[in-house]
């Protein structure tokens, strides 16, 4: 297993912008990809972005496309989030997809952004 501890959630103003850590430890050697997930309140958790490991190809939801940059810098990753919306207003949260066919199976403990107008 891979564990996952987010960081830098907070408060901010429509268009701001803040940038989500999430550092990995334990089981990264055979991590396949990382990304990360959001979810509003009574909402389903829905993918925002993600990162594959060999390549460093990315993916991002449509919502997020030329707002948010996912990054990783050995096994930290980043979400970098610009051009804030209310509907960006969610708890974030870290995965990890192994190399053992279990998909999305490490998750953080998530990581609460609010933006106001």
């Known amino acids: 297993q891979v564990q996952l501890a987010e960081s830098g959630g907070g408060l901010v103003q429509t268009g701001g912008s803040l940038k989500l850590s999430c550092a990995a430890s334990?089981?990264?050697?055979?991590?396949?990809?990382m990304g990360w997930f959001r979810q509003a309140p009574g909402q389903e958790r829905e993918f925002v972005a993600e990162l594959t490991y060999s390549g460093g190809s990315t993916n991002y939801a449509e919502s997020v496309k030329g707002r948010f940059t996912i990054s990783r810098d050995k096994n930290t990753l980043y979400l970098h989030m610009n051009s804030l919306k209310p509907e960006d207003t969610a708890v974030y949260y870290c995965?990890?997809?192994?190399?053992?066919?279990?998909?999305?199976?490490?998750w953080g403990q998530g990581t609460q952004v609010t933006v106001f107008s």
């Open positions: 334990g089981r990264t050697f055979i991590t396949y990809k």
């Open positions: 995965a990890a997809a192994l190399y053992d066919g279990n998909g999305w199976g490490s």
